[in-house]
T-cell receptor
Framework: NAGVTQTPKFRILKIGQSMTLQCTQD?????MYWYRQDPGMGLKLIYY???????DKGEVPNGYNVSRSTTEDFPLRLELAAPSQTSVYFC???????????????FGPGTRLTVL | DAKTTQPNSMESNEEEPVHLPCNHS???????IHWYRQLPSQGPEYVIH???SNVNNRMASLAIAEDRKSSTLILHRATLRDAAVYYC?????????????FGTGTRLKVLA
């Protein structure tokens, strides 16, 4: 299994540009998540999905959109990029989220985004 | 939100045990305590989790206080590869948003 894969690894955007960060998992996990990590800080949840066709906002959703058309894919869309969105973005997935042993999250390697 | 408090940084000598503390005084009765670590330039990876009893796995041990208001991650023999940021995490049960609450974690430095 490849686990959770993310593309691209690095990207530089100009203010006002848009882009999509790709995330794919091959573990047949129901739950998927997008986090951002600013320098020296912990991770903050942007959006999450509990299954295909179902998404919901996390702590910091403004400026982002997501979709979940398949179990495997959970792309994150940035519209009108701003310098405040400069961060490292991590995608994660888990089998469930019931606070038990099955809700271990598996993280991708991250996408480092710079907005200039 | 239930929150955790960890020291910003700790140091350990290679091959010695490391005890990483975490305070979570507002933990709810059904919250599991999760530990993840983040190696340099990588995504977080699962280390261990527990509810009430102490837990062991191949990576580490988790000691949970009887009142559950604190816990300690124990690395039995630190190696250079264990240098990472360690996060003690609780599930947010109130808002039902299925999220982990990441703090800033403890940066562990292992000295050769």
């Amino acid at each position: 299994n490849a686990g959770v894969t993310q593309t691209p690894k690095f990207r530089i955007l100009k203010i006002g540009q848009s882009m999509t960060l790709q995330c794919t998992q091959d573990m047949n996990h129901n739950y998927m998540y997008w986090y951002r990590q600013d320098p020296g800080m912990g991770l903050k949840l942007i959006y999450y999905s509990v299954g295909a066709g179902i998404t919901d906002k996390g702590e910091v959703p403004n400026g982002y959109n997501v979709s979940r058309s398949t179990t495997e894919d959970f792309p994150l869309r940035l519209e009108l990029a701003a310098p405040s969105q400069t961060s490292v973005y991590f995608c994660a997935s888990s089998y469930s989220a019931d606070r038990g042993p099955e809700d271990t999250q598996y993280f991708g390697p991250g996408t480092r985004l710079t907005v200039l | 939100d239930a929150k955790t408090t960890q020291p910003n940084s700790m140091e350990s000598n290679e091959e010695e045990p490391v005890h990483l503390p975490c305070n979570h005084s507002t933990i709810s009765g059904t919250d599991y305590i999760h530990w993840y670590r983040q190696l340099p330039s990588q995504g977080p990876e699962y280390v261990i989790h527990g509810l009430t009893s102490n837990v062991n796995n191949r990576m580490a041990s988790l000691a949970i206080a009887e009142d559950r208001k604190s816990s300690t991650l124990i690395l039995h023999r630190a190696t250079l590869r264990d240098a990472a940021v360690y996060y003690c995490i609780l599930r947010d049960t109130l808002a039902g948003t299925y999220k982990y609450i990441f703090g800033t974690g403890t940066r562990l430095k292992v000295l050769a």
